[in-house]
């Protein structure tokens, strides 16, 4: 559910000033199936099973699972409490975003989340959570498919009405070490500016069972917000809304074991130099 401050601790490698944790101990403990968790900014990491990350979960304790993104031979100062926050202008193209407003068809959002929610789980490393994103990546794909082409795939069941063929909107895979990839739909600016990010999590988790892979539809949680999304996103290229910067749509995987998907895209665009000039993300929409 943190998925903003994983992207701020994410970009930054989650190091602390002294990395205590070196390759040998990345190989050796990965190949035991321990996790190596961030627990609190400035804290040391330490290693869980994941049977010890389910029971963090359990008692809501916030965590990042930052075994993927570590790196021992690169420590940067840990993101102080005091960093200082891009102060942004007031909201401005009210009477565009009212009109595009006027476009949401409850409808759509509703048919993503039963879809979503049929699946018996999400799960990152599960058959259900592969099926899970393709269908979700499918889902984006279409509707820039039908704007583009004219053609409808009965795959989403969306209603989309005045069609533009100009879109320039895409959609790709952004891979992980786990099976379950993220989605990234991106939305070009009319310049070249920092990205914007709206996003929502595709995974989902199994608290009460004891097996992260039990049956766990995730309808809240956060099958709401990748519909919410998917229909802004319809909205935006049906419109063919052009922001002055780029907009990206991110439907991110492994949220649920501790901010694994976000880490990873944030700390690729790190490493790209991609500049970012803001990010929300929804949970539980609705």
Same mark, same amino acid.
């Given at each position: 559910m943190k998925l903003?401050?994983?992207l701020l601790c994410a970009a930054i490698v989650v190091a602390s000033v002294q990395a205590k944790v070196t390759h040998e101990d990345l190989a050796k403990n990965k190949e035991k199936g321990l996790r190596l968790l961030h627990l609190e900014n400035g804290a040391d990491p330490i290693w869980k099973t994941e049977d010890e990350k389910l029971e963090l979960k359990r008692k809501d304790v916030?965590?990042?699972d930052v075994t993927?993104?570590?790196n021992p031979d690169a420590p940067i100062p840990k993101l102080e409490k005091n960093t200082n926050l891009a102060v942004y202008p007031p909201p401005s193209h009210q009477t565009q975003v009212r009109e595009l407003i006027?476009?949401?068809n409850v409808e759509n959002i509703k048919k993503t989340v039963h879809a979503l929610a049929d699946f018996h789980d999400r799960y990152i490393t599960t058959q259900g959570g592969v099926d899970a994103a393709n269908w979700m990546t499918q889902a984006v794909q279409a509707v820039i498919s039908f704007l583009l082409y004219g053609i409808h795939f009965p795959l989403t069941g969306l209603q989309v009405i005045d069609a533009n063929p100009g879109t320039r909107a895409t959609v790709r895979k952004f891979e992980h070490s786990w099976p379950q990839h993220s989605i990234?739909?991106?939305i070009p600016g009319t310049t070249d500016g920092p990205v914007s990010?709206?996003?929502a999590h595709t995974d989902t988790i199994n608290l009460d069972y004891g097996r992260f892979w039990e049956e766990a539809p995730g309808a809240d949680d956060d099958a709401s917000a990748c519909g919410e999304l998917l229909e802004v996103f319809r909205i935006f290229v049906e419109s063919n809304f052009q922001p002055t910067t780029p907009i990206e749509f991110q439907w991110v995987s492994g949220e649920e074991p501790g901010s694994l998907g976000s880490q990873e895209v944030a700390t690729d665009y790190k490493k790209r130099g991609v500049q970012v000039k803001g %990010? %929300?993300?929804i949970v539980l929409a609705g």
């Open positions: 903003l401050y994983s916030n965590f990042m993927e993104v570590w006027g476009k949401i990234i739909a991106r990010i709206v996003s %990010m %929300m993300n």
